[in-house]
């Protein structure tokens, strides 16, 4: 880091807690350090030692990883001779063929566009390739904002969960893309770790200057200021738009509580007809088995895999439910009703952002399923209605989570008694 930067930072040493709006001060790191909200425990910057150069080349990595992981084929199955075998392209390019284009998209998109966009954005950034402003600015506000819409992960679980439905039925085999894929899982997930957001906006352009002074271990909102939900820079709280980085803000987001609650009840009402109404259909032999979700769930427990039909069981049907009455809940506790600890409070809103996309598992196990088991007359599958409405549902329980504006849960504390930003060493690589 350059010396200009170093000035920069001392003399802008605060910093507003994005998740609990508290204001901390942020002490010039130390190699290794990263510092995190007393408060709610949000990590606001950590200082890698090599902040660029390390998310650079675990993103060239991850690239390379996904164009092996698409070369070859990705899983062989064999039954009673006829063998069936696919890449990662033929998944979507099968559900074109069964005419759901929308699982195909949704295959692209989450799995490889979104995160191949991601990795590319981060080489740029950190690399300080010569790119004009607004562009630089635009990579980095959609970099954040698609970080959660990467489901490489749930991608690889999903297909972990069709190599046990598929053991019952015939040999299966994993093709030489496998391996490549799981790096370029490991890969992008570390990406996104080793890249701090605080250090990457200072690269991009300077901390706009704030002339009110500001005490520390209050909220934002009593004194007047705000904190930039993409740059995390401080501003005043009546200015609309960020002078870095140009996004639209607000001291607390409007409406946010009822648009949560109508994202809340369009989920409610398609998770009845997504539980109700089969998500795949299995062709054997010219005998015709439509099964929901719940069903997939009791035919995996009674082959005797216990573990992977508690897995699904509790993704795809307890994650969804439970999400929607937490989210609920958080609404009316931040309304006011219920004088619930906002610790614990905000706890549950961490969980219900991390756990909710990974009820997209059964939607991806689907997609695998129906584009490996293609064998004529012997064995087909194909998606039903059941999996788009499903995967309707757990897009609009992920929107509703993050349109809940999380600093309202804090707004009943304004006085904290201990302001101290948390330091913890030993970031790894750092
Ligand atoms: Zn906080
Ligand atoms: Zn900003």
Redesign the pocket.
């Known amino acids: 880091m350059c010396s200009h930067n170093h000035l920069n930072e001392s003399c802008h040493n605060k910093i507003l ?1 994005p ?2 709006d ?1 204001l901390v001060a942020l002490p010039v790191l130390e190699q290794g350090t990263k510092a995190s ?1 007393p ?2 425990h ?1 990590v606001l910057s950590a200082k890698w030692k090599y902040p660029a150069n390390q998310p650079t080349a675990i993103a060239i990595s991850a690239l390379v990883m996904l164009v092996i992981a698409g070369l070859f084929p990705y899983v062989k199955m064999s039954v009673m001779g006829i063998e069936s075998q696919i890449s990662l392209l033929n998944i979507a390019h099968a559900m074109f063929d069964v005419n759901y284009a929308s699982l195909g998209w949704f295959f692209i998109l989450f799995v490889v566009a979104v995160p191949a966009f991601c990795m590319v954005a981060i080489i740029l950034l950190c690399q300080k390739v010569n790119l004009p402003l607004w562009l630089k600015i635009n990579l980095a506000r959609t970099l954040f904002q698609m970080k959660t819409w990467c489901m490489v992960e749930i991608f690889l679980a999903g297909v972990l969960v069709s190599f046990v439905k598929l053991m019952a039925y015939g040999d299966i085999t994993l093709g030489i893309s496998f391996v490549p894929y799981c790096f370029f899982c490991l890969l992008q997930v570390r990406a996104f770790q080793c890249l701090d957001r605080y250090w990457l906006w200072q690269q991009i352009g300077e901390i706009p200057k704030l002339e009110t002074p500001l005490q520390e271990g209050k909220s934002g909102i009593s004194q007047g200021v705000r904190s930039c939900h993409i740059c995390m820079a401080i501003l005043p709280a009546e200015r609309k738009y960020c002078p870095r980085c140009h996004a639209k803000g607000y001291v607390r987001r409007p409406n946010s509580l009822q648009n949560t609650v109508a994202l809340l009840i369009s989920s409610l009402i398609l998770y009845v007809p997504a539980n109700v109404l089969p998500v795949m259909v299995t062709n054997t032999l010219g005998s015709r088995l439509d099964s929901t979700i719940m069903s997939g769930v009791i035919l995996l427990w009674g082959d005797g895999s216990y573990p992977v039909a508690i897995i699904i069981f509790i993704a795809s049907i307890m994650v969804p439910s439970l999400k929607i009455l937490a989210v609920g809940w958080l609404c009316l506790d931040a309304k006011g009703y219920g004088n619930r600890d906002p610790a614990r409070m905000h706890f549950i809103y961490e969980l219900v952002e991390w756990v909710g996309r990974w009820s997209m598992i059964d939607v991806f196990v689907i997609a695998v399923l129906s584009s490996l088991v293609q064998m004529g007359r012997l064995m087909s599958v194909s998606p039903a209605i059941g999996a788009i409405l499903f995967a309707a549902v757990v897009i609009l329980t992920m929107f509703a989570a993050m349109t809940f504006d999380p600093r309202l849960t804090w707004d009943r504390c304004n006085v904290v008694s201990q302001s101290r930003i948390r330091l913890e060493k030993g970031l790894q690589g750092g």
Request: net charge positive.
């Open positions: 807690c998740q609990c508290l909200c408060r709610c949000t």
